[in-house]
């Protein structure tokens, strides 16, 4: 099965109204389109936020056109194109893709439910959304100013038991303040701190792991890494991206050392990306944490209803390939080249 050529359309589909308010964000995705000499096509998404896979489409197809897909190392290629890859494999195989990457551990992929920095008010009425939605776990981009007073609010609306993801991207500083936002915020169901602190120390984390009966992570990248923060005693769960041969190193790592992961391989994806990142991580055993890929928060996942997102979960199916189909009609309508 030969690669006869690639289409590419880029598509800006807003935010929900709070998260568009909120974060001002912009944020572009390029869907691709592989065609074969078979008449198959494979899907895939390229993040377009600070530039377009299509400025190297001569690139590309220079690589890739006339190529045979049996000869290409499918786990080893960049997400964009993996996705497209294993599309096209598991369709000519009559086989869902994740059949191609490994054993299946789940059925279904949680999601976990975003939002950026918000007042208190506007985020814990987006967490009750996200609750009746059937999520389980909320992240938020977390401020020290409001933290605690937005994590009192999201238990009054959700009950005691709707989990909060604490992700400061570091902006709590210092140990010592990390440590009393941590002892403030015990009341709530907390389920991980996600990078809290500065990290250009590692014993800072070791301190905070011993001090605090929340779970601490990183958001890193790779086996090295963290296996050097496995070392320094420094997280008890990792969230981690890559492509699958990247990311299987990294779970693999992080499970032999007893450690859960979550992952993040592109978020602010469509049905395309996050369809691809369900069928990657539901075979890897120990990603037993919500994930950050995100076409909830968007007015549109461009599925038409293929992808099956349900009580904060995509149900992955038998079908071939991701199993799904892009809604021709709603990829015209956010298009912007």
């Given at each position: 099965m030969k690669i006869t050529g690639f289409e590419y359309r880029t598509v800006s589909i807003p935010f929900l109204?709070?998260?568009q308010e909120h974060s001002g964000m912009e944020y572009p995705t390029t869907l691709v389109w592989v065609h074969t000499d078979e008449g198959l096509t494979g899907l895939g998404e390229s993040n377009a936020l600070h530039s377009d896979i299509t400025d190297q489409a001569d690139s590309i197809a220079e690589r890739y056109v006339g190529k045979n897909l049996w000869d290409i190392d499918l786990s080893?290629?960049?997400f964009t194109f993996q996705s497209a890859f294993y599309d096209l494999a598991g369709q000519a195989l009559g086989v869902p893709a994740y059949k191609l990457i490994g054993e299946k551990h789940r059925d279904s992929v949680e999601l976990a439910y975003w939002s950026p920095p918000m007042p208190p008010e506007a985020t814990a009425a987006e967490a009750e959304r996200a609750a009746d939605l059937g999520f389980r776990v909320h992240k938020l981009k977390a401020r020290k100013a409001n933290i605690v007073e937005t994590a009192r609010l999201i238990k009054e609306a959700?009950?005691?038991?709707?989990?909060?993801?604490?992700d400061p991207n570091t902006e709590f500083g210092d140990l010592e303040t990390g440590l009393r936002l941590a002892e403030a915020l015990l009341p709530y169901n907390i389920e991980v701190y996600e990078d809290p602190i500065r990290f250009?120390?590692?014993?800072?984390?070791?301190?905070?792991?011993?001090?605090?009966?929340?779970?601490?992570?990183?958001?890193?990248?790779?086996?090295q890494e963290i296996l050097e923060n496995i070392r320094a005693d420094a997280v008890d769960a990792v969230n981690t991206f890559g492509n699958v041969a990247g990311l299987r190193k990294s779970a693999a790592v992080a499970e032999a050392a007893g450690l859960p992961i979550w992952v993040q391989v592109f978020a602010f994806g469509?049905?395309?990306a996050s369809t691809f990142a369900a069928h990657m991580v539901c075979t890897i055993p120990n990603c037993t944490m919500p994930i950050d890929e995100l076409p909830h928060i968007r007015v549109d996942d461009l599925s038409g209803g293929s992808m099956d997102l349900s009580?904060?979960?995509?149900n992955l199916t038998d079908a071939p390939g991701l199993g799904i189909s892009l809604d021709m009609d709603a990829v015209e309508r956010y298009r912007i080249r």
């Open positions: 109204p709070a998260i080893s290629e960049s959700c009950g005691p038991d709707f989990g909060i993801r604490v250009e120390d590692l014993s800072w984390y070791r301190q905070m792991r011993e001090k605090v009966e929340v779970p601490v992570a990183r958001h890193i990248g790779g086996p469509s049905c395309v009580n904060g979960a995509i």
